[in-house]
């Protein structure tokens, strides 16, 4: 049986660059559902996100810390968020970023306490390292905190659009510069990617036989070259057109807010929720 033959590096980008954009598009898709976070107003889920988040900063108990991250799979459920999806983006890539800052807690030189399990214990010279009881309780709570916390913040941005969010952070007061700026870079950021995605395939179409080393980088940097010059021309170019269509410097959209009995219903189980829980985590 013939091997397959190996990708190369534009292959492989060139994939990446079209999962993420596809990814994209099926969370886009995911706000509009008639799911049951989807039917909120945005106010309401924005501020009982914020009440449950401050409620697992606060928590100093791990079951507490868990029961919060819990609640969040029958509401993606309920929301039809596959979970797959769901927890592929909170746990492929989350683990392996906070792990790095919470492997050096695990050791007696960082956590000194009961040793559950001695890895170097020397009488002479003195040498002495282990996992201790007190450094997995602290890698523990900071893993579980983070996975909690992005699963919160995920399932807020994959039911909600993008825009009625940004509207929903305006509406409480959050600074209109940031606003923009948020909202400008999460919109042209994939503006930048599909350019990218175009440079990688239009390479790859004109391309026969194996290149070299030398050859890939040489064009890997005129291609980053052009995609900077193009990301700077754009920014001018958007900017003048938002000034020729009226923008002064506050963003608006035609989304309009009704606040219903429901969502304040919901808002304050989402609070007492965080407030049983700070309560509980003591």
Known sequence: MA?????GFAEKTLAELTGVLEQTLFADEL??????L????PRAKLLGAFAVLLAISMAQNLLVIAALY???????VASRVP???????VWVFMPFFTGVVALPALFSPFSPGTPFVTLIDLATPRVYLAITQPGINTAAFLLLRVGASVSIAVLLVLTTRWAALLQALRVLRVPQAFVLILGMTYRYIYVLLHTANNLFLARQSRVVGRVSGTDERRWIGASMGALFAKAYGLSDDVYLAMQARGF???AR???????????SVWLAVFIAVAGGAIVLGK
């Open 70 to 76: 819990a609640l969040t799979l029958p509401l993606a």
């Open 83 to 89: 979970l797959g999806f769901y927890l592929k983006r």
């Open 253 to 263: 959209t035609l989304d309009a807010f009704t606040w219903r009995v429901r969502d």
């Open 38 to 41: 989807q039917a909120l107003d």
């Open 31 to 36: 706000a509009r559902e008639a799911g049951w």
């Open 3 to 7: 091997q397959k033959p190996a990708r």
């Open 248 to 250: 002064r410097g506050e």
